[in-house]
Protein backbone atom coordinates (compact mmCIF):
# COMPACT_ATOMS: atom_id res chain seq x y z
CA UNK A 1 0.00 0.00 0.00
CA UNK A 2 1.27 3.35 -1.04
CA UNK A 3 2.04 5.51 1.63
CA UNK A 4 0.63 8.38 0.08
CA UNK A 5 -3.09 7.70 -1.23
CA UNK A 6 -3.75 9.20 -4.13
CA UNK A 7 -5.37 13.14 -3.50
CA UNK A 8 -9.33 13.68 -4.20
CA UNK A 9 -9.64 15.36 -8.19
CA UNK A 10 -11.59 17.88 -6.38
CA UNK A 11 -8.29 19.50 -4.79
CA UNK A 12 -5.66 18.69 -7.68
CA UNK A 13 -8.22 20.65 -9.68
CA UNK A 14 -8.09 23.70 -7.51
CA UNK A 15 -3.75 23.04 -7.49
CA UNK A 16 -3.53 23.13 -11.24
CA UNK A 17 -5.47 26.57 -11.31
CA UNK A 18 -3.26 28.44 -8.66
CA UNK A 19 0.21 26.78 -10.27
CA UNK A 20 0.29 23.95 -7.24
CA UNK A 21 -0.85 26.16 -4.33
CA UNK A 22 -3.51 25.09 -2.16
CA UNK A 23 -4.79 26.10 1.55
CA UNK A 24 -4.70 24.27 4.77
CA UNK A 25 -8.51 24.89 4.63
CA UNK A 26 -9.30 23.56 0.95
CA UNK A 27 -7.28 20.37 1.62
CA UNK A 28 -9.49 19.68 4.97
CA UNK A 29 -12.76 20.39 3.36
CA UNK A 30 -11.52 17.79 1.11
CA UNK A 31 -10.42 15.45 3.11
CA UNK A 32 -6.64 15.96 2.89
CA UNK A 33 -6.11 16.23 7.14
CA UNK A 34 -2.95 17.58 8.98
CA UNK A 35 -1.32 14.57 9.98
CA UNK A 36 -1.33 13.81 5.73
CA UNK A 37 -0.56 17.23 4.93
CA UNK A 38 2.36 16.94 7.71
CA UNK A 39 4.17 13.89 6.63
CA UNK A 40 3.71 15.05 2.82
CA UNK A 41 5.88 18.00 3.63
CA UNK A 42 8.41 15.90 5.64
CA UNK A 43 8.91 13.54 2.71
CA UNK A 44 9.99 16.73 0.29
CA UNK A 45 6.49 16.43 -1.59
CA UNK A 46 5.17 19.45 -0.57
CA UNK A 47 6.22 22.86 0.90
CA UNK A 48 4.67 25.25 3.09
CA UNK A 49 5.23 28.82 1.40
CA UNK A 50 3.44 30.44 3.73
CA UNK A 51 1.10 30.03 6.64
CA UNK A 52 -2.01 28.20 5.83
CA UNK A 53 -0.67 27.77 2.36
CA UNK A 54 0.45 24.59 0.88
CA UNK A 55 2.64 24.32 -2.38
CA UNK A 56 1.50 20.83 -3.77
CA UNK A 57 4.09 20.89 -6.84
CA UNK A 58 7.68 22.40 -5.57
CA UNK A 59 10.17 20.91 -7.39
CA UNK A 60 8.90 21.31 -11.17
CA UNK A 61 10.54 23.10 -13.54
CA UNK A 62 9.36 26.19 -14.98
CA UNK A 63 9.84 28.96 -17.97
CA UNK A 64 10.19 31.95 -15.95
CA UNK A 65 6.89 33.15 -17.20
CA UNK A 66 5.47 30.59 -15.50
CA UNK A 67 7.35 31.72 -11.88
CA UNK A 68 5.83 34.83 -12.53
CA UNK A 69 2.33 33.56 -13.01
CA UNK A 70 3.12 31.39 -9.95
CA UNK A 71 4.12 34.19 -7.66
CA UNK A 72 0.86 35.79 -8.16
CA UNK A 73 -1.34 32.69 -7.25
CA UNK A 74 0.88 32.52 -3.84
CA UNK A 75 -0.15 36.43 -3.47
CA UNK A 76 -3.81 35.80 -4.55
CA UNK A 77 -3.32 32.23 -2.07
CA UNK A 78 -2.26 34.61 1.11
CA UNK A 79 -4.66 37.25 -0.10
CA UNK A 80 -7.57 35.14 0.67
CA UNK A 81 -11.00 34.68 -1.22
CA UNK A 82 -11.96 36.92 -3.85
CA UNK A 83 -8.63 38.19 -3.75
CA UNK A 84 -7.90 40.17 -7.16
CA UNK A 85 -3.97 40.70 -8.37
CA UNK A 86 -2.68 43.94 -8.80
CA UNK A 87 0.40 45.50 -10.24
CA UNK A 88 2.92 43.31 -11.84
CA UNK A 89 1.36 40.50 -10.58
CA UNK A 90 -1.88 40.96 -12.65
CA UNK A 91 0.48 42.18 -15.88
CA UNK A 92 1.87 38.27 -15.18
CA UNK A 93 -1.24 36.74 -15.27
CA UNK A 94 -2.48 38.82 -18.59
CA UNK A 95 0.57 37.11 -19.94
CA UNK A 96 2.75 40.13 -20.47
CA UNK A 97 6.53 39.28 -21.71
CA UNK A 98 8.31 43.08 -20.23
CA UNK A 99 8.43 42.12 -16.70
CA UNK A 100 11.18 41.35 -14.72
CA UNK A 101 12.40 37.64 -13.77
CA UNK A 102 11.46 37.76 -10.49
CA UNK A 103 8.49 40.05 -9.35
CA UNK A 104 7.37 40.99 -6.21
CA UNK A 105 3.73 40.25 -6.44
CA UNK A 106 0.52 42.00 -5.01
CA UNK A 107 -3.01 41.28 -4.15
CA UNK A 108 -5.72 43.25 -2.96
CA UNK A 109 -8.61 42.01 -0.52
CA UNK A 110 -11.90 42.35 -2.69
CA UNK A 111 -13.76 43.36 1.11
CA UNK A 112 -14.86 47.20 -0.01
CA UNK A 113 -15.67 46.57 -3.57
CA UNK A 114 -19.01 48.24 -3.75
CA UNK A 115 -19.76 47.62 -7.72
CA UNK A 116 -19.16 45.07 -10.31
CA UNK A 117 -16.40 45.24 -11.86
CA UNK A 118 -14.48 47.87 -9.68
CA UNK A 119 -12.60 47.44 -6.17
CA UNK A 120 -11.20 49.91 -3.67
CA UNK A 121 -7.59 49.72 -2.39
CA UNK A 122 -5.79 52.28 -0.81
CA UNK A 123 -8.95 54.56 -1.58
CA UNK A 124 -8.85 54.27 -4.99
CA UNK A 125 -11.02 52.29 -7.21
CA UNK A 126 -9.70 50.08 -10.10
CA UNK A 127 -10.96 47.80 -12.82
CA UNK A 128 -11.58 43.96 -12.14
CA UNK A 129 -11.37 41.06 -14.50
CA UNK A 130 -12.12 37.80 -14.15
CA UNK A 131 -9.73 35.78 -16.21
CA UNK A 132 -9.21 31.76 -17.26
CA UNK A 133 -9.68 29.46 -14.48
CA UNK A 134 -11.71 32.20 -12.62
CA UNK A 135 -8.64 34.22 -11.21
CA UNK A 136 -9.29 37.95 -10.63
CA UNK A 137 -6.72 40.91 -11.57
CA UNK A 138 -6.84 44.48 -12.44
CA UNK A 139 -7.13 45.16 -16.14
CA UNK A 140 -4.38 45.93 -18.17
CA UNK A 141 -4.45 49.30 -18.01
CA UNK A 142 -4.93 49.57 -14.18
CA UNK A 143 -1.98 47.17 -13.84
CA UNK A 144 0.62 49.24 -15.74
CA UNK A 145 -0.73 52.37 -13.81
CA UNK A 146 -0.43 50.19 -10.16
CA UNK A 147 2.98 49.22 -11.35
CA UNK A 148 4.79 52.80 -11.66
CA UNK A 149 5.55 52.47 -8.29
CA UNK A 150 7.19 48.66 -8.64
CA UNK A 151 9.09 48.29 -12.09
CA UNK A 152 12.28 51.17 -13.18
CA UNK A 153 12.08 52.65 -16.74
CA UNK A 154 12.54 49.68 -18.86
CA UNK A 155 10.86 47.03 -17.11
CA UNK A 156 7.80 49.68 -17.15
CA UNK A 157 8.50 50.63 -20.73
CA UNK A 158 8.93 46.95 -21.95
CA UNK A 159 5.51 46.51 -20.12
CA UNK A 160 3.68 48.71 -21.78
CA UNK A 161 4.95 47.53 -25.40
CA UNK A 162 4.28 43.91 -24.61
CA UNK A 163 0.77 45.15 -23.55
CA UNK A 164 0.13 47.14 -26.95
CA UNK A 165 1.96 44.24 -28.59
CA UNK A 166 -0.05 41.66 -27.56
CA UNK A 167 -3.31 43.48 -27.76
CA UNK A 168 -4.28 43.31 -24.05
CA UNK A 169 -3.42 47.27 -24.37
CA UNK A 170 -5.76 48.97 -26.72
CA UNK A 171 -4.29 52.50 -27.00
CA UNK A 172 -1.49 54.47 -24.22
CA UNK A 173 -4.39 56.92 -23.54
CA UNK A 174 -6.39 54.00 -21.72
CA UNK A 175 -3.18 54.30 -19.10
CA UNK A 176 -2.36 58.21 -19.53
CA UNK A 177 -5.37 58.85 -18.53
CA UNK A 178 -5.49 57.28 -15.11
CA UNK A 179 -2.13 58.60 -13.83
CA UNK A 180 -3.45 61.76 -12.51
CA UNK A 181 -2.21 62.56 -9.01
CA UNK A 182 -1.40 58.93 -8.71
CA UNK A 183 2.25 57.98 -7.43
CA UNK A 184 4.80 57.14 -9.74
CA UNK A 185 2.98 59.31 -12.52
CA UNK A 186 5.80 61.36 -13.76
CA UNK A 187 7.50 58.28 -14.29
CA UNK A 188 4.70 55.76 -15.72
CA UNK A 189 4.32 59.08 -18.29
CA UNK A 190 8.28 58.84 -19.24
CA UNK A 191 7.66 55.12 -20.04
CA UNK A 192 4.29 55.85 -21.89
CA UNK A 193 6.09 58.61 -24.03
CA UNK A 194 8.83 55.49 -24.94
CA UNK A 195 6.54 52.63 -25.41
CA UNK A 196 6.16 51.06 -28.86
CA UNK A 197 4.29 48.47 -29.86
CA UNK A 198 5.88 47.09 -32.26
CA UNK A 199 8.90 45.92 -30.39
CA UNK A 200 8.62 41.94 -30.26
CA UNK A 201 10.61 41.46 -27.25
CA UNK A 202 12.08 43.04 -23.78
CA UNK A 203 15.72 42.21 -25.67
CA UNK A 204 13.83 44.92 -28.40
CA UNK A 205 12.63 47.09 -25.72
CA UNK A 206 16.34 47.42 -24.03
CA UNK A 207 18.39 47.86 -27.14
CA UNK A 208 15.92 50.69 -28.48
CA UNK A 209 16.37 52.74 -24.76
CA UNK A 210 19.96 51.93 -24.64
CA UNK A 211 20.10 53.67 -27.86
CA UNK A 212 17.38 56.30 -27.44
CA UNK A 213 19.80 56.74 -24.07
CA UNK A 214 23.14 57.65 -26.76
CA UNK A 215 21.31 59.80 -29.23
CA UNK A 216 21.06 57.48 -31.72
CA UNK A 217 17.23 56.55 -31.48
CA UNK A 218 16.19 53.71 -34.62
CA UNK A 219 14.88 55.01 -37.68
CA UNK A 220 12.38 52.12 -37.53
CA UNK A 221 11.04 49.38 -35.61
CA UNK A 222 10.42 46.05 -37.22
CA UNK A 223 11.26 47.41 -40.62
CA UNK A 224 9.75 45.37 -43.24
CA UNK A 225 12.15 44.27 -45.88
CA UNK A 226 11.48 42.22 -49.47
CA UNK A 227 13.65 39.86 -50.30
CA UNK A 228 13.89 38.94 -53.76
CA UNK A 229 11.86 36.02 -53.95
CA UNK A 230 8.93 37.81 -52.62
CA UNK A 231 8.86 36.97 -49.12
CA UNK A 232 9.05 40.04 -46.22
CA UNK A 233 11.26 39.58 -43.37
CA UNK A 234 10.92 42.34 -41.05
CA UNK A 235 14.36 43.95 -39.22
CA UNK A 236 14.05 44.27 -35.69
CA UNK A 237 15.87 47.63 -35.18
CA UNK A 238 16.93 49.62 -38.30
CA UNK A 239 18.87 53.11 -38.97
CA UNK A 240 19.13 54.56 -43.05
CA UNK A 241 22.58 54.49 -44.33
CA UNK A 242 24.07 57.07 -47.24
CA UNK A 243 22.78 55.68 -50.90
CA UNK A 244 19.22 54.16 -49.25
CA UNK A 245 20.72 51.45 -47.96
CA UNK A 246 19.62 50.17 -44.58
CA UNK A 247 20.99 49.04 -41.39
CA UNK A 248 19.81 46.56 -39.13
CA UNK A 249 20.33 45.85 -36.11
CA UNK A 250 18.72 42.35 -34.81
CA UNK A 251 18.38 40.68 -31.03
CA UNK A 252 18.59 36.88 -30.67
CA UNK A 253 16.88 35.51 -27.92
CA UNK A 254 18.11 33.29 -25.56
CA UNK A 255 16.25 30.18 -27.18
CA UNK A 256 18.65 31.15 -30.33
CA UNK A 257 21.65 29.64 -28.14
CA UNK A 258 19.66 26.70 -25.86
CA UNK A 259 18.28 25.29 -29.19
CA UNK A 260 20.09 24.09 -32.06
CA UNK A 261 17.45 24.63 -34.96
CA UNK A 262 16.50 28.26 -33.53
CA UNK A 263 19.68 28.99 -34.37
CA UNK A 264 19.30 27.54 -37.53
CA UNK A 265 16.81 29.62 -38.63
CA UNK A 266 18.11 32.65 -37.11
CA UNK A 267 21.56 32.03 -39.43
CA UNK A 268 18.89 31.32 -42.65
CA UNK A 269 16.86 34.97 -41.82
CA UNK A 270 20.56 36.77 -41.30
CA UNK A 271 21.55 35.12 -45.14
CA UNK A 272 18.22 36.55 -46.48
CA UNK A 273 18.27 39.54 -45.19
CA UNK A 274 21.95 40.19 -46.54
CA UNK A 275 20.81 38.55 -49.97
CA UNK A 276 17.68 41.07 -50.32
CA UNK A 277 20.59 43.77 -50.99
CA UNK A 278 20.96 47.20 -49.95
CA UNK A 279 21.24 45.61 -46.04
CA UNK A 280 24.21 45.43 -43.63
CA UNK A 281 23.04 43.58 -40.51
CA UNK A 282 24.46 43.57 -36.89
CA UNK A 283 23.70 40.98 -34.60
CA UNK A 284 23.59 41.09 -30.66
CA UNK A 285 22.46 38.81 -28.08
CA UNK A 286 21.44 39.50 -24.04
CA UNK A 287 25.11 39.04 -23.21
CA UNK A 288 25.91 42.04 -25.14
CA UNK A 289 23.30 44.22 -24.18
CA UNK A 290 24.68 43.67 -20.49
CA UNK A 291 27.65 45.50 -21.00
CA UNK A 292 26.84 48.69 -20.67
CA UNK A 293 27.04 50.71 -23.68
CA UNK A 294 28.33 48.11 -25.75
CA UNK A 295 25.63 48.03 -28.65
CA UNK A 296 25.10 51.80 -29.29
CA UNK A 297 29.04 52.17 -29.63
CA UNK A 298 28.90 48.82 -32.30
CA UNK A 299 25.90 50.45 -33.99
CA UNK A 300 27.85 54.16 -33.75
CA UNK A 301 30.71 52.86 -35.31
CA UNK A 302 28.63 51.04 -38.52
CA UNK A 303 26.65 54.28 -39.06
CA UNK A 304 30.07 56.28 -39.18
CA UNK A 305 29.13 58.28 -36.22
Not at 46 to 75: F, I, K, M, N, Y
Not at 268 to 276: G, S
Request: charged share 25%; net charge positive; proline share 6%.
Amino acid sequence: MSRFPPLPAELLHVAARRSGYVTAHDCTRLGVLSDSRRRRVEAGLWDRPAPGVLDTDPHAARTPSEQRVRAAHLALVRCGDDAVATGVAALALHGNRGLPLRIRATAARADHQDRPGQLVSQHRRFEVVTLAGGTRAATVPWALTQSATQLGRLHLTAAVDSALASGTLSSIDAVRELTAGRRGARHLRCCLDLADGRAESFLETWARLECVDAGIPPDAVQLPIQLPDGRVLRGDLAWRLPGGRWLVVEIDGREVHEHPEAAYADRARQNALVAAGRIVVLRFTVQDLRRPGYVPAQIRKALGR
